[in-house]
């Protein structure tokens, strides 16, 4: 028989793998939406407002950063703090305000289909 633990650890693994699959572009935007971050205070954001529910690493994050800045969604700009290293800022463009508001009503369609056929929540 499984332990709790080993169920947790399953259910973690499970939801690290879909937000690989899709939604770390919409998270992403999403925390980009009340102004610029970088990286760090993205994945540090993540986890903080979720509690540790969703942590992505940096190695996961970039590569989404990147496609979003060649898509257009993202613009950057470089500060170099007086102590410290360069910094790259992330922050929406029009058209990434935009895709958020596409990916946000689709995905908010999917939770409500989901939670219809699970039976735990009403449709909006």
Do not use: C, N
Request: glycine share 10%; net charge neutral; hydrophobic share 35%.
């Amino acid at each position: 028989m499984e332990s709790p633990t080993a169920r947790t650890e399953i259910r973690k693994g499970s939801i690290a793998r879909e937000l690989r699959r899709g939604t770390l572009e919409l998270i992403v935007l999403h925390l980009l939406e009340p102004g610029e971050a970088y990286g760090y205070e993205i994945v540090t954001k993540l986890t903080r407002e979720t509690q540790g529910a969703l942590e992505v690493t940096d190695g996961t994050l970039y590569p989404v950063l990147y496609r979003l800045e060649r898509a257009g969604f993202v613009g950057v700009r470089w500060d170099t703090p007086e102590r410290g290293v360069p910094r790259k800022y992330y922050q929406l463009t029009d058209a990434g305000r935009q895709e958020l508001h596409a990916l946000t009503t689709e995905w908010s369609a999917f939770a409500d289909a989901m939670a219809r056929l699970l039976g735990t929540g009403h449709p909006r």
